[in-house]
């Protein structure tokens, strides 16, 4: 397949400006760019779709750039919001740029011949004086023109929020980083999701105007469920690509729980993996979905190319601990995680000096009402510390007891956990 025809093949393909632009990127290498918003020291997965088109396009031998807005960050794009955004310190905005920057070094590859390029818009628009940046640049624009794009026209019919000439001249800004990346790196091309169409054409026309170039654009779909609801949240809020923000057990657990209707697009939004793999997948959640087979397999692929290998076994691990798996070698955090819902109780790290009965303990902690109903369930088989069943009555909690730096858990029966913790 051709480039284009992988992605119209995957849905990633939402418009485009030129139809000979699918024959050029088959006759030679182009560069190519695409901005990230630097709101937070972190990308969410809503930014995975852009990522994963500067990859084909790196592994189809063009150029990427990966713009981070350290100027344009400091307004942000007004485009389809309800409400116009609490504007960021210039401290705040390193922080995140900073952030952003070892994210995409996952991604991409900035090695070899066609190497990807990181810039910060900062470096040019923060030193652009403004009565030069009007003359120079807002001539070229037509105030009408921008009134007419659909983005603006949300905003402008809402009479309580309206828009501030700040968030207005946010698309001049943008379209001078393609003027400029079109003169430092002889950038043609400028991808986006859908919602960034208007400022897309508007530095193709800017480019077009000042340097007679001919540039190019072409937009990706913005992904909701299929119930309708948006993409890349969880009841927490968003799914983040750092894992101090969400852990990898959870950003496993994310992309497993995804519903039958909407796995097969992800599958091949998110993934490298072939057609017929992809195809085989489909058969699968049509003949067998209660299996859920599509659903691990995107969990897992998706996982180790964010967080890697190491990360992905940890949280089949912590998954798989919910059904009596091994727990050792899971860490606090982890564990933390994965029985955040199960009663706990807390005791001093002294407990486990090996002078107390576990079955005390448990008794102290609220697992069992009494010491009698504790021996029972030992005699009949069903208790387990750590997922290991508990033979004797006389067991003693010791350091060994643990399965990560300070916690321990308890099962009784088949499914009724409780998390014990040690202190430091």
């Given amino acids: 397949m051709t480039l284009f025809e992988e992605f119209r093949w995957r849905g990633m393909l939402n418009q485009f400006t030129h139809p000979e632009l699918e024959q050029l990127l088959e006759k030679e290498p182009l560069t190519l760019y695409c901005g990230f918003d630097p709101t937070a020291d972190s990308l969410h997965i809503g930014s995975l779709l852009p990522i994963m088109a500067l990859m084909h396009f790196q592994r189809r031998g063009h150029k990427p750039i990966a713009l981070v807005g350290g100027a344009t960050g ?3 794009d007004p485009s389809f919001k309800a409400a116009e955004r609490s504007l960021l310190t ?4 390193q922080i995140n740029l900073d952030g952003i920057r070892a994210q995409l070094e996952r991604f991409l590859s900035f090695d070899g011949a066609n190497a990807a390029v990181m810039v910060n818009n900062g470096d040019w628009l923060c030193q652009f004086p403004l009565v030069d940046f009007l003359r120079d640049v807002g001539k070229h624009f037509s105030v009408n023109v921008m009134l007419s794009r659909e983005s603006v026209k949300q905003r402008l019919h809402d009479r309580d929020q309206g828009i501030s000439y700040t968030e207005f001249s946010y698309s001049l800004l943008q379209a001078y980083d393609f003027l400029h990346l079109h003169d430092a790196h002889g950038c043609r091309l400028q991808i986006g999701g859908s919602d960034q169409w208007g400022n897309i054409v508007s530095g193709m026309d800017l480019t077009r105007r000042l340097r007679q170039s001919e540039t190019f654009g072409m937009t990706f779909p913005l992904i909701t469920k299929s119930d309708g609801s948006k993409f890349g949240k969880s009841e927490s809020g968003n799914i983040w690509i750092d894992a101090a923000r969400t852990s990898p057990y959870k ?4 992309w497993i729980n995804q519903a039958d209707n909407d796995t097969s697009r992800l599958l091949r939004y998110f993934t490298f993996m072939s057609p017929e793999e992809i ?3 489909d058969r699968e959640l049509t003949e067998a979905p209660e299996k859920r087979t599509a659903q691990r397999r995107l969990a897992e692929e998706v996982t180790r190319m964010v967080h890697g290998e190491d990360a992905l076994q940890n949280a089949i691990r912590a998954s798989q601990a919910m059904f009596g798996g ?12 994965v029985f955040s819902e199960v009663p706990s109780a807390e005791f001093p790290r002294a407990t486990l000096s090996g002078d107390r009965l576990l079955l005390d303990v448990l008794i102290e902690a609220g697992v069992f009402q009494s010491k009698g109903e504790a021996r029972r369930l030992v005699q009949n088989g069903g208790l387990y510390l750590n997922n290991r069943r508990i033979d004797a009555e006389d067991t003693r909690l010791t350091e060994q007891s643990l399965c990560s730096n300070r916690m321990a858990v308890v099962r009784t029966g088949k499914k009724n956990y409780h998390l014990l913790k040690f202190g430091e």
Avoid at 251 to 254: D, S
């Fill in 326 to 337: 091994e727990l050792t070698g899971l860490d606090d955090a982890t564990l933390e995680d």
């Fill in 74 to 76: 400091l307004i942000g």
């Fill in 279 to 281: 195809e085989a997948l």
């Fill in 90 to 93: 210039k401290e705040q905005v």
């Fill in 251 to 254: 950003f496993y657990q994310f």
